[in-house]
């Protein structure tokens, strides 16, 4: 092998692992950008929880409150 084939093997191997890091770089920003939507998508989950809570609690209070949640509840299940 020539000293030229020698120098463009070597620079072929240089590219290969240049462009190795460079995906490597895409596929950590994008677990970076999965774990952020994730953590979003946590807090949403955490207010909505709450928000039917306080819900249950306020129509739970109400006159003949149980009846009223129960049949929201079926309508809801009956909705999907």
Known sequence: MSM????QEAQSYKNQSI?????QVEIN?????NLNISKETLLKNEKL???????NQVIL???DGTE?????C???VKSY
């Open 4 to 7: 030229l084939q020698k120098a």
């Open 19 to 23: 462009n190795n890091n460079d995906h």
């Open 61 to 63: 209070a109400a006159k």
């Open 74 to 76: 079926e309508t809801i």
């Open 68 to 72: 009223v949640w129960e049949v929201l």
């Open 49 to 55: 929880i709450s928000l039917k809570k306080y819900n």
């Open 29 to 33: 920003a994008q677990y970076i950008q």
